[in-house]
């Protein structure tokens, strides 16, 4: 008798993904990098296909999936908009999983899983003026005061800030200890002594958006520690693969959608009396993508099943997320090239994938800090 090979969940979930993202993201890509707003209906649409708990457990909520399925979703929804694949991995990963691992039942019922539901969002504060690369500069500190912590400081940089209802903030409570002395923070929007700055101006991924968060005398209750007492670093480096391989991936959605607009314009678009694909040296762009993706595909796809296994795949994370970023720059760089002069307007959906790339080289670690991570894990410090 035949056997019915049933899809795998992998399967399922590309194919779930890449469905919503062809017919409910793409239509509307353009119209909401234009409206540089962060798009609450597209958030909440997301929310009813059970994005946001994909990798939480279903005691919370969630699916029960893994960093593969996690890494699956995120890459068909950057193929879309990374704006959007930008802000759902926000509150499927950094938003919410400190509060997931450290935070109390209290507040599970109340914040992780609305969240989850899409009825509340979340955010991911680490970034300060003078302590991005180097978070061992991070100035804004947590003071003890009986049952209550007492935040002063500022951050900036941080996505969704005005629109998020929750934040996750890291703050030092012992200076001396510098790396040691940092802990994860619970804070909610509305606590006095927090102000959100208005949104910032930027290139790319304008359907998110980012300010600046400053604090004074903010008071919150003891149990808003989110971790034990200087575990904060160690906390963020348990997770810190996972972080890489999803920028990977959602690297690989943004660099497919330029390869998929590239390709198709190659075999349309004329001059010389012929399809410019028929061109040598279009076609050797054309190779460069394919093989630049594939290859990303492998790395990160493999990273992520090491992750899945338990493995601590710091490195090949790192090689991951940097190769992918770099891929997606230069699939959108060719993309603009075979595009000609059509990809300079606002027409075509190329300067998008051209302007939003480069989000894509800072978070999770630049390159050029994740080119030293590699050489250290390799032995080269
Ligand atoms: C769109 C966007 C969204 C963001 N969202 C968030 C958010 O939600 N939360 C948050 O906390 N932050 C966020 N950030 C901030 C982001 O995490 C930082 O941009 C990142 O940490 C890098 O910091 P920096 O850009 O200030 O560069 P810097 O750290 O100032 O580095 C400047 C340059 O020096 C290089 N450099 C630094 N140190 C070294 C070294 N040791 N060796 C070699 N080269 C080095 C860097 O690679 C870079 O080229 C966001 C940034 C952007 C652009």
Excluded at 57 to 65: E, F, I, N
Aim: net charge positive; charged share 25%; hydrophobic share 40%.
């Amino acid at each position: 008798m035949n056997k019915v090979a049933l899809p795998t969940p992998e399967q399922l979930v590309r194919k779930t993904f890449a469905r919503f993202t062809d017919e409910e993201i793409i239509p509307k890509a353009r119209e909401m990098d234009e409206a540089e707003e962060f798009p609450r209906w597209m958030f909440e649409k997301i929310a009813r296909t059970g994005a946001y708990g994909i990798r939480y457990p279903r005691s919370v909520g969630g699916a029960g999936g893994t960093t593969t399925q996690f890494c699956i979703m995120v890459e068909e929804i950057a193929r879309g908009s990374m704006s959007v694949a930008a802000f759902t991995a926000m509150q499927c990963l950094m938003g919410t999983n400190f509060i997931f691992e450290y935070g109390t039942p209290e507040h599970h019922e109340r914040l992780l899983k609305p969240a989850i539901r899409g009825e509340k969002v979340a955010c991911f504060a680490l970034t300060e003026a003078d302590a991005a690369t180097d978070l061992g500069g991070v100035k804004t500190t947590a003071v003890r005061d009986g049952d209550n912590w007492v935040i002063n400081g500022s951050k900036t940089w941080i996505t969704n800030a005005p629109v998020a209802d929750f934040f996750t903030v890291l703050c030092q409570t012992d200076k001396t200890k510098g790396l040691k002395g940092l802990n994860f923070f619970l804070i909610e929007r509305g606590t006095p002594g927090l102000y959100i700055s208005k949104k910032f101006d930027k290139l790319g991924t304008r359907a998110t958006e980012i300010s600046e968060l400053a604090f004074t005398d903010v008071r919150i209750p003891f149990e808003n520690r989110l971790g034990k007492e200087g575990q904060g670093v160690g906390n963020l480096m348990r997770i810190l693969a996972v972080i890489r391989t999803m920028t990977a991936a959602l690297s690989i959605g943004l660099a497919r959608a330029a390869f998929d607009h590239s390709k198709r314009y190659a075999m349309e678009r004329t001059q010389f009396k012929q399809r410019i694909g028929s061109f040598q040296l279009i076609q050797q762009k054309i190779a460069n993508m394919a093989t630049d993706i594939w290859a990303a595909e492998l790395m990160t796809y493999k990273t992520a099943e090491m992750i899945d296994q338990g493995q601590r795949a710091l490195k090949e994370a790192s090689m991951s997320k940097y190769f992918a970023s770099e891929v997606a720059c230069r699939c959108a760089d060719e993309a603009t090239r075979i595009f000609g002069a059509y990809s300079y307007s606002m027409e075509y959906d190329v300067q998008r994938f051209y302007r939003d790339c480069r989000f894509l080289l800072f978070g999770g670690g630049t390159s050029e800090i994740l080119q030293t991570i590699i050489s250290r894990e390799c032995g080269v410090f």
